[in-house]
C-alpha cells in the first residue's frame, strides 16, 4: 500500500486566495483525519470523518474552513478566503475503526502552506 | 489547562544515553496511550501503544503507563542518531487522539 498520499507537498499563496488540500487515505479504511500542526499549537484535530460521513468538526478554527469527503478514497481541506495566520503544516491521517488496539492512525506527509 | 501536557525540549544527548521522554495527562478516563515518532518534514509514525497501566518493550523502546499518576514515559536505550525526531505522545479521548506538543530529540555521535 502507498499509505496516505497528500497533495500539494507544498503551498505558497496569497492572501485572500482560494487553497485546497487533497488526501487519499489507505484504501479500506473508515476513518480520516484532518490535523493542522504548527509550533505554537502542536498538532491539533480539525475534522474527522467515519465512513465520508463528516462526525467532528469542532477543531475547525473558522467558517472559512470547509472539509468533504465525497467517497471512501477521496477527501479536501478548502480554505477561502486564505489568511497568513493559516500557515502551517496539514496532516491527514486514517485508520481502521478509530485507532484503537493495534490500529494506530497512519499519516500522510503533509502539506506546507504559507499564506503571504 | 490542556489535556496533554508534553515538554517541547528540545533535548540532545550522546550516542549511547537512556533517554526518557514524558507526558502527564488530566483526563482519567484516557485509556489508550500512543508514542509517536516525527522525522522531519514527515508525518508522525505510531511507534508505540499500551492499554491501561503498565509497560511494554520493544526492542530498544519501553513506554511506561501509571494511570495513578496520569503519567506516561517512553524511554529509549542505547540511543542512535538515527533516533534523532520529535517524539509525540497521543491519549485516546472519546472519539479521537489526544497529541503532545511533542519532544525533539537530537542524538549526536
Known amino acids: 500500500d502507498a499509505g496516505v498520499i497528500q497533495s500539494p507537498r507544498h503551498e505558497v499563496t496569497e492572501m485572500g486566495q482560494e487553497v485546497t488540500l487533497r488526501c487519499k487515505p489507505i484504501?479500506?479504511?473508515?476513518?480520516l483525519f484532518w490535523y493542522r500542526q504548527t509550533m505554537m499549537r502542536g498538532l491539533e484535530l480539525l475534522i474527522y470523518?467515519?465512513?465520508?460521513?463528516?462526525?467532528?468538526d469542532s477543531g475547525m478554527p473558522e467558517d472559512r474552513f470547509s472539509a468533504k469527503m465525497p467517497n471512501a478514497s477521496f477527501s479536501t481541506l478548502k480554505i477561502q478566503p486564505s489568511e497568513p495566520r493559516d500557515s502551517a503544516v496539514y496532516f491527514c491521517?486514517?485508520?481502521?475503526?478509530?485507532?484503537?488496539?493495534?490500529?494506530?492512525?497512519?499519516f500522510g506527509s503533509g502539506t506546507r502552506l504559507t499564506v503571504v | 489547562q490542556k489535556e496533554v501536557e508534553q515538554d517541547p525540549g528540545p533535548l540532545s544527548v550522546p550516542e549511547g544515553a537512556i533517554v526518557s521522554l514524558n507526558c502527564t495527562y488530566s483526563?482519567?478516563?484516557?485509556?489508550?496511550f500512543m508514542w509517536y515518532r516525527q522525522y522531519s518534514r514527515k508525518g508522525p509514525e505510531l511507534l508505540m501503544y499500551?492499554?491501561?497501566?503498565g509497560n511494554k518493550e520493544d526492542g530498544r523502546f519501553t513506554a511506561q503507563v501509571d494511570k495513578s499518576s496520569k503519567y506516561i514515559s517512553l524511554f529509549i536505550r542505547d540511543s542512535q542518531p538515527s533516533d534523532s525526531a520529535t517524539y509525540l505522545c497521543?491519549?485516546?479521548?472519546?472519539?479521537?487522539?489526544?497529541f503532545g506538543a511533542g519532544t525533539r530529540l537530537a542524538v549526536h555521535p
Open positions: 484504501s479500506g479504511h473508515d476513518y
Open positions: 470523518f467515519n465512513n465520508n460521513v463528516p462526525i467532528d
Open positions: 491521517a486514517s485508520s481502521l475503526r478509530q485507532g484503537i488496539a493495534n490500529y494506530g492512525y497512519t
Open positions: 483526563n482519567s478516563a484516557f485509556q489508550y
Open positions: 497521543a491519549m485516546r479521548g472519546t472519539n479521537k487522539l489526544i
Open positions: 499500551t492499554y491501561s497501566s
